[in-house]
């Protein structure tokens, strides 16, 4: 499925992402560094008009009480002038009336509010910013002229904010060209970054491209340190190997099986070629027919076995599940079992090691199918007048089931690849005997779609013992199915 388009490549998306953040960092970090600044330096204003307010308040006090007003406003001129100071200085009566200002206010007022009046009069400074003579922006400190309550005169001095309003424009302005710039620069950086980060997923995407069932023996080279990426190389590895061996399976499946129908096809062929020229006789064809009919057999039950796997290995088998009991079966397969060894003169015996009843939860028809598969394999390879047991035993919650004959054995090498589809020990004798190779991978999957486990113990020449162990609970709820 193409699945929801996503707006450009994975490195487009975390180039914006990552200019997206930087430029809120950034815009965030400006604004408040700008705050700031002009608050300290606005601080640094009132501090100073403080400090002359105090200074202006002192040396007129002082002056009034030797000098007429008019004078002591004079030397106030004078003392300012001393200093240096730029500040604009006035005196308000408590009519409100300016009594004495500095002559850098020319014709000019000072503003005074009736709420910086207000708080002066309650012996508070008060501190505002506002526009006088031209709009002109000052910072103004409105101050009381005396701490006693019935001295109600205060003081007003101000100070130009111009030169300040300029270097914080400056400020502003080398903000706004810096900052895009800083962004433009980081943003190309990123823009490389992501794009070296993301080099290795491109190697790994094309190498990946280049792989296919023909060439699934390819492997993507793992970065020497560990990181995301070498993960991420091994995980594709393994997936690999894993299909690898799934393909490897499924090849050696095929040849297997074109290799076991086309034998009995080919001697089908050949038998029916020599019956229609030779044959002359209706016995010569009948033993023909009959030849043709135990092939046809051999390939039909080839067939319906592989089948079986198939459909186990797709989960479409689904277990009946029944309560079983173990015992009853047991009687039924040693009936069979019997039977079955008679032609061989096999002494053929059932060893029931329980003293009640074991049931469990499974498939009747599969779990005989199972046994005696195992039962008729240990009658088909062991010899006349050998032996063959069948035990039934239980152990804590589990049945376990044996089949101990005394037969031709299993070397050790076969015994990791006995449950595998077609495997076989002894080609010649198996022809013989008529076995398919696919019996035991049937009884592997039986056990294990019940819960269970099989292993095997054997020794050439002496005989083999298959052990099943069945949960007496049946299948956990998801094995259902044989698969
Ligand atoms: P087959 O149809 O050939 O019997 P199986 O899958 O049942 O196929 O068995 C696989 C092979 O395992 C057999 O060909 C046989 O060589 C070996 N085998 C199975 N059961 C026994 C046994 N009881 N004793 C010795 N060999 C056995």
Redesign the pocket.
Known sequence: MPGIPCPGSVRFRLTFWYVVTLAVILTASGTYWYWTLSRNLLGQVDAMLMMVAKDVIAFHLAESQRNNPEEACQKLESFIREHNWSEFVQFVDQHGDIVCHTSNLLNARLPISAEALRSARGHQPFFETVRFNDDRPVRLLTFPLGSDSHHRDVVQVAEDLGPLYKTLRVHRWQLSIYSPLLLLVLSIGGWFVTGRALSPVRHITGTVKRISAENLSERLPVNSCRDEVSELQETFNSMLTRLEEAFTKIRQFSADASHELRTPLAILRGETEVALRWAKSPEELRTTLESNLEEIDRMSRIIEELLALAKSEAGEIPLALTDVNLNDLMQDLYLQGKTLSEPKGIEFTLHMEVNREIRLSGDQLQLHRMLL??IS??V???PEGGRVAIHLASDGGQARIQ?I?T????AAE?LPH??DRF????EA??RD?G???????I?KWIVEAHGGHIEVA?EPNR??T?TVTLPLTGPSPKKKKLS
Do not use: E, M, Q
């Open positions: 598969n195992l394999n240990a088909k390879y062991t089949i004959d037969g031709f054995g299993i076969h006995l449950f495997y076989r020990i002894d004798r198996n005997i076995g398919s190779g696919l019996g035991l991978a009884v054997s005989g083999s298959f």
